[in-house]
């Protein structure tokens, strides 16, 4: 009422204005103040009750539109005014939420991994096509191999094998004339489905060896705090940030890992298909795609080794985004769709928050807690002569009176002689 959003119906008691107060009654009426005169409902409402028209005369009410009280109650809210439920991607563009989740993913990598450099990691990956494209002046051509690559869809459709399967979806980004050559062999009998398999296994090998830029090029020195963090046996560390590192890949490079990782799970996990005589299929899965996912010269050969078989062997996960990376990009969103300052949302932090008098405690007993450990060190280090050791506790007397009579206690006048 303060602010004109509804009044109250007017009335007369007694000949006099009732003072214009909200009362929550069944005999107090209220309208909205863009309601126009309400003047046909005089003869409607006499007719519908006109005992009750006829007592309410005696005090002069202004009738009311049941039409008003209808619209009043449909709109009616019970909800506060002031918290309005606003959806993130329609209040904030495509490009910041874009910009917050890369700036948030980045943050969380630091925070894991320690890099002496981010040029590398701050810029923006280079994207270049990665399916092979067609030649516009080869019509018949580009109908052939068309109808190969379709060929080849519907062939891994009709099939139920998981290795088939992955590996028809990697030759999408394979060249026409490997491709074709792979459709005209397909087998005609089962018997014959692991010749074609490791005819597969060959051409997309000869493929990803050819390749001169590895897909894991973005930002190198990343490679080497991954490696680190495996070799010191951080499995959890390792694994998110590995998450976090693929999360900042472009998204055509992105899917063409998936499709290749994969196949490579797939193939080095497989028992019933030897890739290679006398040789393990991990191992023959790492040798053949190593330099396609990381080809980096200042990684040794066996840290390279170790970060391509943690890849294999945890490719369900890989690919998925941490949960602590959701939190910080929903708080972050969320402080922006509130208006507040982006320089002033700290993220997710491993500080804890203290006020002036926890901090300046916190500081008394860590600082006498150090001193009494190094007090202690210098009484029962037996290296120490007695002559030394009685000028560093004399030392340690003059400096820290209180801390020395607490810890020798009965024994401090002997101490001090």
């Known amino acids: 009422m303060d602010y004109k959003v509804f009044e109250a119906v007017s009335r007369r008691v007694f000949g006099k204005d009732k003072r214009s107060v909200f009362e929550d009654s069944s005999s107090s009426l209220y309208r909205f103040t863009n309601v126009s005169s309400q003047v046909d409902l005089d003869k409607d409402y006499q007719q519908c009750t006109p005992q009750r028209h006829q007592k309410n005369m005696l005090f002069n009410t202004t009738p009311v539109k049941a039409e008003s009280l209808e619209d009043l109650w449909e709109n009616l809210s019970l909800k ?17 939420i874009n910009e917050v989740w890369r700036e948030q993913t980045i943050a969380r990598l630091l925070q894991l991994v320690d890099l002496p450099l981010l040029d590398s990691l701050l810029e923006h990956q280079a994207v270049k096509p990665q399916l092979p494209q067609p030649k516009e002046d080869s019509g018949y051509v580009i109908t052939s191999n068309y109808l190969d690559r379709e060929i080849l869809k519907a062939f891994s459709d ?51 060896g050819q390749k001169k830029e590895p897909l894991l090029s973005h930002a190198p020195e990343v490679h080497s705090g991954i490696a680190e963090l495996l ?55 790492k040798r053949t795609f190593s330099k396609a996912i990381i080809n980096n010269k200042s990684l040794s050969r066996g840290k390279t080794d170790l970060l391509i078989l943690f890849l294999v062997d945890h490719q369900k996960d890989v690919l998925k985004i941490p949960g602590t990376l959701h939190k910080m990009v929903s708080n972050k969103l969320m402080a922006l769709q509130e208006g507040q300052d982006p320089s002033k949302i700290a993220g997710y932090t491993f500080c804890q928050k203290l006020d002036e008098r926890e901090y300046r405690l916190n500081t008394e ?8 450990s190094l007090l202690k060190a210098i009484d029962e280090d037996s290296k120490l002569s007695e002559k030394e050791r009685k000028r560093l506790l004399g030392q340690f007397h003059s400096s820290n009176p209180s801390i020395f009579m607490q810890y020798f206690g009965d024994r401090v006048p002997n101490m001090c002689m």
Not at 80 to 96: C, F, K, W
Not at 171 to 183: A, F, K, N
Not at 255 to 277: I, P, T
Not at 365 to 372: A, I, N, P, V, Y
């Open 80 to 96: 506060p005014a002031n918290t309005p439920q606003v959806n993130i991607s329609e209040s904030l563009s495509r490009r910041v």
């Open 365 to 372: 007993k860590t600082t006498k807690d150090e001193l009494l």
């Open 158 to 208: 009709s099939q139920t094998d998981e290795w088939l399967s992955s590996a028809i979806d990697c030759l999408e980004y394979l060249p026409d004339h490997m491709v074709v050559d792979i459709s005209r062999n397909l087998p005609d009998q089962l018997d014959k489905a692991d010749t074609w398999k490791l005819l597969l296994f060959e051409n997309i090998g000869r493929y990803y």
């Open 231 to 285: 070799v010191n046996g951080k499995m959890e560390q390792s694994l998110e940030a590995i998450q976090l590192y693929l999360k900042l890949l472009d998204s055509q490079i992105r899917e063409e890992f998936r499709r290749l990782l994969y196949f490579m799970a797939v193939a080095a996990h497989n028992s019933e298909l030897k890739l290679q005589k006398e040789s393990d299929n991990r191992m023959v899965v």
